[in-house]
């Protein structure tokens, strides 16, 4: 806790820079917030930047804390400011506490603190060239952000612990931890195991993400919505997890999987989204579908909010492509040109148009539109390929599944 009365107020001088600096940010921290966010979810394998519920969920609490500082520092200058143990800072150390990730939360919020410090120094630069009032400026916000870091992380800290407390005494909690031991490949008895899950482990599995892009959405709504996926693979109860506050991991059993679930099976509000894994059996089954329907939803987030189901056997040739995202970038523009960031109607008929056997009737028919628009959106869309597309079907229509199912590259529209 910051001591507020052996705090020493900036000259009005500093105060005035340090309310200008704060407004600076204020009116574009996006850089700022790109460079936090970089340097938390670093490691793509990481846990949590793997996961796009747990990687946006860090996102909004770095935005939260930024925004919280520096609006504090324009209302009044170099004022201690009080810890943010605001909705997003506690649902992110909610949900990393479930998953067994509760020192990567004060880890990222000292990574955070290093990031915007440095930011912070390099604006105070420009600010003043005045020796006197740039020591000032700099030990006064040092302290200020310094103290506010560490104020929030010792209010995650307590809150850490209740949710410890909480899920330790909760079958939620004890069903996450055994079905991450098998997650990680760690050696169960299959037969205790199964019979602690209420979930045969022995036959095979379809493993399926269930989630929504809202921060608050309803467990039960995403409880709903992986019922309905059971009832559409037989009527088999599946094995649900919660994952996070916004994510349920579920597990399908039997051979048929959930090949009959489309979008209108789901129940519950459209902000529901599902990515599956393949069908497989046993033990290393359960693990492969649930890595798969993993890949299958980081591409799907990538892709924006359209597509509410997926497949695996949909993405698997782009998951694959894309592991090296730089090196598909480059692909995609050497290959596509200037249609990479085309009227997406130019690249979806051109992208079908392929699937569909380089048929244009067929493309017509899948598309629900006129064999003639589709003629004129090739005819365009061949213009502003780089070459022709004779010969070069294959390296243009992964390049064009790529766009479909990851979104335009950076830099692109």
Known sequence: MVDHGSWTRPSPRVAELIRTGASLLLEAPDEVFAEVDAAILSDPEHPIASDPVLAAAVRRSNRANLVHWATANVH????????????????IARDLVRRGL???????????????????????????SDAGELRELLAVTAR????????????????????????TRGTHAQRLEL????????????????????????????????????????????????????????GARPLTVLASASALWVWISGADGANGADAGALDGPA???????????????????HLDALATQRLMHRGGGHLRL????????????????????????????????APPDLRETTRVYLREGQSATRAARVL??????????????????????????????????????????????
């Open 76 to 91: 009044d200058p170099g004022a201690p400011v009080a810890a943010n143990l605001g909705p997003e800072t506690l649902a």
């Open 102 to 128: 509760a020192d990567e939360a004060l880890r990222g919020y000292r990574v955070g603190q290093n990031v915007g410090w440095q930011r912070w120094m390099a604006l105070a630069f420009e600010l003043t």
């Open 144 to 167: 200020s952000i310094f103290a506010f870091v560490d104020a929030t992380m010792a209010g995650i800290a307590q809150q850490i612990e209740r949710e410890r407390d909480q899920l």
């Open 179 to 234: 079905v991450s031991l098998i997650l990680e490949g760690a050696p169960v008895a299959l037969d205790r195991a199964s019979t602690r899950l209420g979930y045969a482990l022995d036959r095979s599995h379809t493993a399926a993400i269930v989630w929504s892009d809202r921060p608050d959405a309803d467990p039960a709504v995403l409880e709903q919505a992986a019922e309905a996926l059971g009832r559409a693979g037989g």
């Open 271 to 289: 902000d529901v989204r599902v990515a599956f894994g393949p069908t497989l059996e046993g033990l290393a089954g359960f693990r492969r579908s």
């Open 310 to 341: 997926a497949r695996y056997d949909d993405v698997q040739v782009v998951a694959l492509a894309t592991h090296d995202e730089e090196r598909a970038d480059e692909f995609v523009a050497r290959t596509l040109g200037e249609l990479a960031a």
């Open 368 to 413: 629900f539109t006129h064999r003639n628009t589709v003629l004129a959106r090739l005819a365009r869309a061949a213009s502003l390929l780089p070459a022709p597309l004779e010969g070069r079907g294959l390296p243009v229509a992964l390049a064009l599944e790529i766009v479909h199912w990851r979104g335009t590259s950076p830099g692109q529209t």
